[in-house]
């Protein structure tokens, strides 16, 4: 199985901030890659795909970059909003695994 | 508006059965592969099973395999899991979450996920 390891697992910041989460793969997945937000008690929120895709809806301060091994996670701006933890997700191949997340706290 | 309910969680014995369903609602579901994702308490979330728009393409997790089946019914806007010989590392919130249209990957909607706890 493809093993994905986000760094940092937390992250302080504030409002106004720009901050970037990374996510690496044990292996290539091309841009088999997406990013999700959860907050406490919710389900998650599907963000991007294709590695740098934004869903519908999802505000331009979320950008995402990268490709093979290594990906990022940008949000340009922190807004109150933002804070909660991101997952990253290979779709490359089985099991289809996901980061450990990342917990972005004020 | 996109709407996918679970129901069927609870607390279960270890080597017991639970039948969990998904109501989805607000999209053409015959459209949508669909998946289960789990979450255990406290950790980080795992694909479990997923099944393609027509239901003939059906996969799962290792740890899960000949013990979990997915199955969905299109005639009903509805997808279950079947799970069987429960462990007590199967104890999660699951989730019910559509494919991104017809690709089975990414998560492009999730539901608000049902609880199931294995203890004695």
């Known amino acids: 199985d493809i093993q994905m390891t986000q760094s940092p697992s937390t992250l302080s910041a504030s409002v106004g901030d720009r901050v970037t989460i990374t996510c690496r793969a044990s292996?290539?997945?091309?841009?088999?890659l997406a990013w999700y937000q959860q907050k406490p008690g919710k389900a998650p929120k599907f963000l991007i795909y294709?590695?740098?895709i934004l869903q519908s809806g999802v505000p331009s301060r979320f950008s995402g970059s990268g490709s093979g091994t290594e990906f990022t996670l940008t949000i340009s701006s922190l807004q109150p909003d933002d804070f909660a933890t991101y997952y990253c997700?290979?779709?490359?191949?089985?099991?289809?695994?996901f980061g450990q997340g990342t917990k972005l706290e004020i | 508006e996109v709407q996918l309910v679970e129901s069927g969680g609870g607390l279960v014995q270890p080597g017991g059965s639970l039948r969990l369903s998904c109501a989805a609602s607000?999209?053409?579901?015959?459209?949508?592969?669909m998946n289960w994702v789990r979450q255990a308490p406290g950790k980080g979330l795992e694909w479990v099973s997923g099944?393609?728009?027509?239901?003939?393409?059906?996969y799962n997790t290792e740890s899960v395999k000949g013990r979990f089946t997915i199955s969905r019914d299109n005639s009903k806007n509805r997808l279950f899991l079947q799970m069987d010989s429960l462990r007590a590392e199967d104890t999660a919130i699951y989730y019910c979450?559509?494919?991104?249209?017809?690709?089975?990957?990414?998560?492009?909607?999730w539901g608000q996920g049902t609880l199931v706890t294995v203890s004695s």
């Open positions: 979450a559509t494919g991104h249209i017809s690709n089975w990957f990414p998560f492009d909607y």
């Open positions: 607000g999209f053409t579901f015959i459209n949508y592969a």
């Open positions: 099944t393609s728009s027509s239901g003939d393409s059906t």
């Open positions: 292996q290539s997945i091309s841009n088999w």
């Open positions: 294709k590695a740098s």
């Open positions: 997700h290979q779709y490359y191949s089985y099991s289809y695994t």
